[in-house]
Every structure is written in structure tokens, then in C-alpha cells.
T-cell receptor
Framework: NAGVMQNPRHLVRRRGQEARLRCSPM?????VYWYRQLPEEGLKFMVY????????ESGMPKERFSAEFPKEGPSILRIQQVVRGDSAAYFC????????????FGDGTRLSIL | RKEVEQDPGPFNVPEGATVAFNCTYS??????FFWYRQDCRKEPKLLMS???SGNEDGRFTAQLNRASQYISLLIRDSKLSDSATYLC???????????FGGGTRLMVKP
């Protein structure tokens, strides 16, 4: 499967725990993006990364959220001390290494906070 | 004003009908435009890019009007499988991130 791979598909956490979401881009893609879709709302940009660099994190909350895309391995979106309001679908997308290319999305991770 | 605005619908149409969606964007510096579809809260899937000259892919035709800052999608001969939410998506000049409209829901009935 050469598509964008996200895991886990579903993640349940209790308030105060940490959530780690993983994303492996499509083969040949070096740009990774994270988006969040709250229940009954549209998709909102969170962060844009290239290998070992955060290019734009303007959509990511300043506290508790962090993202990385290491030289080896998948991109990780990390949410510390989760709260109920973090419950959402988190989608990862990737694109080729050229400006303004269409992005292809993974299946998403549905995060539920108890 | 939202950066990308769409009529949320739903548009209820019979099979075989032609249906059109419009979308407006506020940032005149926007450079790239796309239509995605999203089924039942699954991942968005790229439907087509939108070019200034307009483009067609089978039953789907997309148009871009830069002067009026709107994008359209026309679906001919609607199928039941076209039922989905159609997302208008824009990339501004400054970066690569996608800005999504709220989506237009289409329901095709037998």
C-alpha cells in the first residue's frame, strides 16, 4: 500500500493522559501536514513539516501539542494531558516536494477522550 | 468572513440530475484550488484540481473565476455513489497548507 498510513485508527485516552498519533507519508513525498476535524465541523490545518523541520505550526495550539517528522520513521503528533475537547479526527496528508501540490490523506485517527 | 465559503446544503437531487456547487474564497493571493470529497467522516479524497482554463474529468467539470474569486463544480448524470460532502480547498500563495471550506453535502436519491 503506497498511500498515506496513519495509526492507530482509533485511540481512546482518559483525561490527563498522552496521545501519540503516527503518520507515514506516501512513497516519494517529503511534505507532511496534520489537520483536525472536530465533530460536526470542517477540517482545520494544524502543522506542516518536512524531514526534521517544522515549516508552519500556526494552526497548532501553543500548549500540549507538538509534532515532529524525524529523519527516520513516521511523523508523530503528540498531545499531552489530553482534555475532552481534544476528541476529534486527526488526518495526516502528504505531498510531493514542490510548492502547492495536491495533498493525499491518510484514513485518520479518531481520538476519543473519556 | 470565512476564508473559503460554501453552501452547506444538503442538495437533494434525483439520479441523473445535473448539480452545481459554488465556493468563494477571500484571499486574492490564493494560487491553487482543488475539490475534495469526503464520505461519512472518512478521509478527504482528491476529486480534481481546478485550473484557470477550467477542466473536466468525466462527469465532473471545475471552473475558476479569479476576478470574482469563486470556484465551481458541476456534476452531470448524478449517481447514487456521488452522495458525499464536497470540499472546496484553497492554497494561499504564502504556504502549502490547505484551507478547507465547510463542505457542501450532496444526496443523490433513486
Amino acid at each position: 500500500n503506497a498511500g498515506v498510513m496513519q495509526n492507530p485508527r482509533h485511540l481512546v485516552r482518559r483525561r490527563g493522559q498522552e496521545a501519540r498519533l503516527r503518520c507515514s507519508p506516501m512513497k516519494g513525498h517529503s511534505h507532511v501536514y496534520w489537520y483536525r476535524q472536530l465533530p460536526e465541523e470542517g477540517l482545520k490545518f494544524m502543522v506542516y513539516l518536512q524531514k526534521e523541520n517544522i515549516i508552519d505550526e500556526s494552526g497548532m495550539p501553543k500548549e500540549r501539542f507538538s509534532a515532529e517528522f524525524p529523519k527516520e520513521g513516521p511523523s508523530i503528533l503528540r498531545i499531552q494531558q489530553v482534555v475532552r475537547g481534544d476528541s476529534a479526527a486527526y488526518f495526516c496528508a502528504s505531498s510531493q516536494d514542490r510548492a502547492r501540490q495536491p495533498q493525499h490523506f491518510g484514513d485518520g485517527t479518531r481520538l476519543s477522550i473519556l | 468572513r470565512k476564508e473559503v465559503e460554501q453552501d452547506p446544503g444538503p442538495f437533494n437531487v434525483p439520479e441523473g440530475a445535473t448539480v452545481a456547487f459554488n465556493c468563494t474564497y477571500s484571499n486574492s493571493a490564493s494560487q491553487s484550488f482543488f475539490w475534495y470529497r469526503q464520505d461519512c467522516r472518512k478521509e478527504p479524497k482528491l476529486l480534481m484540481s481546478v485550473y484557470s482554463s477550467g477542466n473536466e474529468d468525466g462527469r465532473f467539470t471545475a471552473q475558476l473565476n479569479r476576478a470574482s474569486q469563486y470556484i465551481s463544480l458541476l456534476i452531470r448524470d448524478s449517481k447514487l455513489s456521488d452522495s458525499a460532502t464536497y470540499l472546496c480547498v484553497v492554497i494561499a500563495n504564502a504556504g502549502n497548507m490547505l484551507t478547507f471550506g465547510g463542505g457542501t453535502r450532496l444526496m443523490v436519491k433513486p
